[in-house]
């Protein structure tokens, strides 16, 4: 009988470690099913409809807007330019202002001033929008309460623009990278395209809903669904944002870091020759202060943030492609606020308008999945070469537009050029963002970052000044060779950076090796 319990509790025991470990396999399995490329899923899944629902508010806002504007001002671009360099002007101006706030506030207070902010204000935009809808006559009776909510919007629209672009500081320049860091080389790439992905579906869809309610109920029931989605959104995508900075210990971790690094008193001698060249540039600029007279005001001046934020930005070896990249924004050729009014005033109803764009933002998804597939095979830097020269190419469908006679079929051929256009438009994008991932320094990067959104501010700021100049739809064509002229300027800028990085432009020995086969080939047949 010993002998026999004995035997049953060792069966007992092995019937024990044997479930024990099938537990183990088990829980593995769901740790590995939990995890993308050693990333949690679900976190990143937070990640990914936190900024859908940012990017959703703020792509029925860029839609709608242009509507809002050529109907509260009919046979005009006038108030729709307006508005866009007010917008475009701000973020110019503050641009590298913000990115330095992302820099030295916390991720937290960022994401707090960001969610808050951006759905406030399109909140305001949207109420200002419905009183001017609802008193039509409001411009020939009491022309000064309409000038002061025309203001209201156009300030509104600018600080929710402003908020947007500490939002995507913040996620794309940032928080992509740090999560990414210690993963597979490849994940950088992956989740650069998803978040482009996820704001070109925004821009599939955002301006197909507005468009329809435009179309089918009115434009003050649009601003009214603009409005509520900012008030029901804004808790959600705080709260799924602020799950993914607790649940990614990367995200604290590169916070502590700096914060150590801030205040560690050896860090600031820690480079000799650093120290050096500060003490010999300060003497310098002190014998320059004492012979002009006016170094102090000089000094002064140059310490802004926005100046130190340039300085930064211009030092870095992507200046090129940064430029390149921004020239693309001084433009009509998209389905923003000039050209969307000038369809409008063709007679484009306001759902076609948006299933155009709708078009348009498929082709530029479509481009986040063939980017990964091409920058493997030939890498990053010629990627934005073909990407930038298959945009240009495609655009040549705009340029010829013009001498189409009938209007809605040149309507038709300018926003069919516009939206194949898109597949190398955002390939190129792609590419310089990775560039500069890649390139500039993690102490520059946020400033960086917003140096840059500034500079392409700065462009869209002049593409909406040309409307202003020429303000009658009838004389839109002029835009449009102005446009693709800048198209082609930021083509040869990008290719005049990739010959001075790689000191040539095609594997010319490649192509000489396949003429021989190619005559080898001819000669048998």
């Known amino acids: 009988m010993p002998e026999t319990q004995t035997m049953g509790s060792n069966q007992e025991e092995k019937v024990i470690e044997q479930s024990l470990i099938v537990n183990q396999h088990q829980q593995q399995e769901e740790a590995e099913e939990e995890r993308d490329d050693g990333l949690p899923k679900s976190l990143i899944r937070c990640l990914y ?25 009919p046979n005009s671009l006038l108030l729709t330019a307006l508005y866009g360099i007010v917008e475009s002007g701000s973020i110019a101006l503050f641009g590298p202002i913000i990115g330095g706030w992302v820099d030295r506030l916390t991720y937290v207070k960022v994401l707090q001033l960001w969610s808050f902010t951006q759905n406030l204000s399109f909140v305001v935009a949207g109420g200002t929008v419905i009183a001017l809808l609802a008193c039509s006559d409001l411009k020939s009776t009491h022309f000064m309460t309409f000038s002061l909510l025309v203001g209201v919007t156009y300030f509104s629209g600018a600080v929710g623009k402003l908020s947007t672009l500490a939002g995507t500081i913040l996620i794309e320049r940032e928080w992509v990278v740090v999560i990414s860091e210690d993963q597979p080389p490849g994940e950088l790439t992956k989740l650069n395209s998803v978040i482009r992905r996820i704001d070109l579906v925004c821009k599939l869809f955002a ?18 669904a603009l409005a509520v989605w900012n008030i029901v959104s804004v808790c959600l995508q705080y709260c799924l944002l602020i799950s993914v900075y607790n649940g990614i210990p990367a995200l604290s971790e590169k916070e502590r870091r700096i914060a150590s690094s801030t205040n ?10 650093l120290t050096k060249s500060l003490l010999s540039q300060d003497a310098n600029d002190s014998v320059v202060a004492e012979h002009t007279g006016r170094g102090g005001i000089i000094e002064k001046v140059l310490k802004l943030p926005c100046f130190n934020a340039w300085k930064v930005y211009l030092k870095q070896d992507v200046v090129l492609p940064g430029v390149a990249l921004a020239l693309l924004y001084f433009t009509v050729l998209s389905f923003g606020s000039l050209m969307t009014a000038a369809l409008e005033w063709e007679g484009i109803p306001a759902y076609v308008i948006g299933i155009a764009r709708g078009i348009s933002a498929t082709v530029g998804i479509a481009a986040t999945f063939t980017y990964p597939v091409l920058q493997s095979h030939i890498l990053t830097l010629r990627t934005g070469l073909w990407s930038i020269w298959s945009q240009w190419s495609f655009l040549l469908l705009c340029v010829g537009s013009i001498w189409v006679k009938n209007g809605i079929a040149s309507a038709s051929l300018l926003m069919a050029g516009v939206a194949a256009s898109r597949l190398g438009l955002w390939m190129f994008d792609l590419a310089v963002i990775q ?29 909406y000044a040309m409307g202003v100049i020429v303000p009658n739809p009838e004389d839109f064509w002029k835009l449009i060779l102005v446009s693709f002229s800048v198209v082609t300027c930021a083509g040869l800028l990008y290719t005049f950076h990739i010959w001075r990085v790689r000191k040539h432009l095609f594997h010319f020995e490649k192509l000489y090796g396949v003429f021989p086969c190619f005559m080898r080939s001819s000669y048998i047949n």
Not at 264 to 273: I, N
Not at 445 to 463: E, F, H, I, K, Y
């Open 49 to 73: 409809v936190g900024h859908f629902l940012s990017r959703w508010s703020a792509r029925m806002w860029e839609f709608s807007v242009a509507l809002y504007m050529i109907n509260i001002w």
């Open 207 to 224: 301006p197909v809903f507005s468009g329809f309610i435009i179309s089918f109920i009115s434009l003050t029931a649009s601003a009214m």
């Open 264 to 273: 560690d008193p050896k860090q600031s001698t820690a480079d000799p020759e």
């Open 435 to 463: 560039h500069m991932q890649d390139q500039v320094p993690e102490s520059d990067r946020c400033v960086v970052g917003g140096v840059q959104n500034s500079l392409q501010s700065a462009m869209d700021l002049m593409g």
